[in-house]
């Protein structure tokens, strides 16, 4: 009985190392079963005894990517309970904003890139009907704790332009990833160095909360006016 288990753990763990490289290599359109268990070197009945279809086994990789990087954002400081970002001074909270954003690049530029940028590169040029799924359990989690924070350094944000807000902050860490090949040319740079991920968080973090201040100030100058 322990040999059997012994086994089926193992054949489990080719089965999701396979999936996970054919994934970023080729999309989930771009991958079948046939693939994943030659890979894995088993027979194609196993794929489908152990995982179901195609789509459950994307998202047993997927979720394995998507509790790393809950992990990492935990020991990086980049996530805090609701009720304790409401008692965290502004120096704190932009702190854990700095985190937050130096975590999420770390993941999408490394050095290496993690298997996760890659995965989420392919799903956004190529959605697969697994997206709702990722929307729920990983984007929409990730975008409302962003917005948690943004909310306490900005308290008079609300609906929209919060949402903006978040979306600006999360779109200049995309940027790098996303238009890598073009951004490493300019660069002249062959790859993104080792401490970029962190120099480029500073600027974002920075950039955001001058721009955050700017628009508040503004706005009330404009009802004084």
Known sequence: MFVQAHESGRTRERLIAAASALFAERGFHGTTIRDIADRARVNVAAGHYYYGSKKALYLEVLRAQFADIRARLERGGGTRPAAELARLSRAALVAVLRARVGTMLEVLLGPPPSLHATLMQREMCDPSEALPVIVEEFVRPMMQETRE???????????????????????????????????????????YPRGFARKVAEHITEFSIGGLAHGGTRRRRARAR
């Open 149 to 191: 924070i943004i909310a306490h350094l900005r308290p008079e944000l609300r609906g929209d332009r919060l949402d903006r807000a978040v979306f600006s902050i999360l779109g200049q860490a995309l940027f790098y990833r996303l238009t890598m090949p073009a951004t490493l040319r300019l660069l002249a740079l062959p790859a």
